[in-house]
């Protein structure tokens, strides 16, 4: 055994003792915080130039932080599906397939139907309908509340969350989770964020999404606008820290476990794109996942591969409550097999593709056009160094696009959301 696997075993040893669920967890409050379209590289806790997040790797410090994190999809709605169920793409069938939306299970378990079973308060403050009870995302939450107006800005959600907590009764433990929008485009950040990272502000910034195509190979404009994605993230990281604050001054943070994901990244013309949900490449994929609370080793870094889906079976090992068999994500407080394979795929109007990533390579199969591309993702992070297809890899990306949908996902056919996919520029 190389003396840095004994190192990573006996580190994974330390920290599943002291992760191990029991009685006293069981009262420990949960905060998830989903931050949309947040790719890990624009942070400085995965090196990030940029100064995008002090609030953010002050939490990774504080506590553990998953290097190599994927997202199970390239668009919210699968995405968010799979923190919420532990499940692949896939096997939960929430996206848009073949012209139709289709949202949650009413059957199948999540994070906030098994907490409330198992007595605690739930609540949810999102934004964007494709979180909302159109597609079964309310499940389980005692109070809901969405916000589907492009003008809200995370400040308000913030706003909403504290209020809640402030004028209620809120009984403990508790699940609160809060989806943070302001990175997605539009890249409108408000003063002073606006003039943090280009001089110019959201001056030569777009209003109208998706970019037009003819603008893809104007470089100075792409830049210009990373800019302002960071300038948003920059905004939503300082909402965080008043979020943190404001809970701490509450009393409510000392008994709680902040579970920071993103729902999927953006990219910026790396690979001939923008935006989102048009591939699998890293800059749609690779996000960012951060513990933090109770029991956990604060300065833990983990670079074995984690994904979306091992969210819930974590919490619930954490929290001493029993993994759904079906569950398909790992307790990431437990061993970490080296060799896991984490999948990932991306179907949204014409486009078909899966990937598996099994330690450091990378394999994506774009199933129209049917191609393939291998990367050694740690020796070549930008994806450029094309590798031979791996065969056992291939089988695996095979066999989990082919894997059957596990649940029975509701179909949703109003024009409205089809017409705001395309608004967004996925269709
Ligand atoms: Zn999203």
Same mark, same amino acid.
């Given at each position: 055994?190389?003396?840095?696997?004994?190192?990573?075993?006996?580190?994974?040893?330390?920290?599943?003792?002291?992760?191990?669920?029991?009685?006293?967890?069981?009262?420990?409050?949960?905060?998830?915080?989903?931050?949309?379209?947040?790719?890990?590289?624009?942070?400085?806790?995965?090196?990030?130039?940029?100064?995008?997040?002090?609030?953010?790797?002050?939490?990774?410090?504080?506590?553990?932080?998953?290097?190599?994190?994927?997202?199970?999809?390239?668009?919210?709605?699968?995405?968010?599906?799979?923190?919420?169920?532990?499940?692949? *793409?896939?096997?939960?069938?929430?996206?848009?397939?073949?012209?139709?939306?289709?949202?949650?299970?009413?059957?199948?378990?999540?994070?906030?139907?098994?907490?409330?079973?198992?007595?605690?308060?739930?609540?949810?403050?999102?934004?964007?309908?494709?979180?909302?009870?159109?597609?079964?995302?309310?499940?389980?939450?005692?109070?809901?509340?969405?916000?589907?107006?492009?003008?809200?800005?995370?400040?308000?959600?913030?706003?909403?969350?504290?209020?809640?907590?402030?004028?209620?009764?809120?009984?403990?433990?508790?699940?609160?989770?809060?989806?943070?929008?302001?990175?997605?485009?539009?890249?409108?950040?408000?003063?002073?964020?606006?003039?943090?990272?280009?001089?110019?502000?959201?001056?030569?910034?777009?209003?109208?999404?998706?970019?037009?195509?003819?603008?893809?190979?104007?470089?100075?404009?792409? *830049?210009?606008?990373?800019?302002?994605?960071?300038?948003?993230?920059?905004?939503?990281?300082?909402?965080?820290?008043?979020?943190?604050?404001?809970?701490?001054?509450?009393?409510?943070?000392?008994?709680?476990?902040?579970?920071?994901?993103?729902?999927?990244?953006?990219?910026?013309?790396?690979?001939?794109?923008?935006?989102?949900?048009?591939?699998?490449?890293?800059?749609?994929?690779?996000?960012?996942?951060?513990?933090?609370?109770?029991?956990?080793?604060?300065?833990?870094?983990?670079?074995?591969?984690?994904?979306?889906?091992?969210?819930?079976?974590?919490?619930?090992?954490?929290?001493?409550?029993?993994?759904?068999?079906?569950?398909?994500?790992?307790?990431?407080?437990?061993?970490?097999? *080296?060799?896991?394979?984490?999948?990932?795929?991306?179907?949204?109007?014409?486009?078909?593709?899966?990937?598996?990533?099994?330690?450091?390579?990378?394999?994506?199969?774009?199933?129209?056009?049917?191609?393939?591309?291998?990367?050694?993702?740690?020796?070549?992070?930008?994806?450029?160094?094309?590798?031979?297809?791996?065969?056992?890899?291939?089988?695996?990306?095979?066999?989990?696009?082919?894997?059957?949908?596990?649940?029975?996902?509701?179909?949703?056919?109003?024009?409205?959301?089809?017409?705001?996919?395309?608004?967004?520029?996925?269709?």
């Amino acid at each position: 055994m190389k003396a840095s696997t004994v190192f990573i075993a006996l580190f994974l040893l330390l920290l599943s003792f002291s992760c191990t669920g029991n009685e006293e967890n069981r009262k420990v409050n949960i905060l998830l915080v989903l931050i949309d379209t947040l790719n890990a590289d624009h942070l400085g806790c995965y090196g990030y130039y940029r100064d995008t997040s002090p609030t953010i790797d002050s939490l990774a410090a504080s506590g553990v932080i998953f290097k190599s994190c994927q997202a199970q999809a390239s668009w919210t709605l699968p995405g968010m599906t799979s923190i919420y169920t532990g499940l692949s *793409e896939r096997s939960h069938h929430c996206g848009y397939y073949d012209g139709t939306l289709y949202g949650l299970d009413p059957e199948m378990p999540t994070i906030s139907t098994i907490l409330q079973q198992q007595g605690y308060f739930t609540a949810a403050f999102v934004r964007t309908e494709f979180m909302g009870n159109e597609f079964g995302m309310d499940k389980g939450y005692d109070s809901f509340w969405i916000s589907k107006e492009w003008s809200t800005k995370d400040v308000v959600t913030v706003d909403t969350l504290l209020s809640y907590f402030s004028n209620n009764e809120v009984s403990e433990p508790f699940l609160a989770t809060i989806h943070f929008y302001d990175p997605h485009s539009p890249y409108q950040p408000p003063s002073p964020f606006d003039t943090i990272f280009t001089s110019s502000g959201t001056t030569g910034g777009l209003d109208d999404w998706p970019i037009d195509t003819n603008l893809w190979s104007d470089t100075a404009l792409i *830049e210009h606008l990373e800019a302002l994605y960071d300038s948003e993230i920059r905004c939503t990281d300082s909402q965080l820290s008043r979020l943190f604050q404001s809970m701490r001054e509450m009393g409510l943070m000392e008994n709680t476990i902040v579970i920071l994901i993103a729902d999927h990244g953006e990219e910026f013309m790396e690979h001939g794109d923008t935006g989102h949900a048009n591939n699998l490449y890293q800059q749609t994929i690779h996000i960012p996942l951060i513990l933090s609370g109770p029991g956990i080793e604060p300065g833990s870094v983990i670079s074995l591969n984690a994904g979306q889906f091992d969210v819930l079976p974590t919490v619930l090992a954490y929290l001493d409550i029993p993994i759904p068999n079906h569950i398909e994500g790992i307790n990431l407080f437990g061993d970490i097999p *080296e060799d896991r394979i984490i999948p990932s795929s991306g179907v949204v109007g014409d486009t078909s593709m899966a990937a598996c990533l099994q330690e450091t390579i990378k394999l994506m199969w774009f199933v129209e056009p049917d191609s393939l591309e291998t990367y050694d993702i740690a020796a070549d992070p930008g994806e450029m160094d094309l590798l031979p297809a791996d065969s056992l890899l291939l089988e695996k990306v095979l066999s989990y696009w082919a894997s059957p949908c596990i649940c029975t996902p509701t179909c949703n056919d109003s024009l409205d959301f089809v017409n705001k996919l395309q608004a967004l520029g996925y269709l």
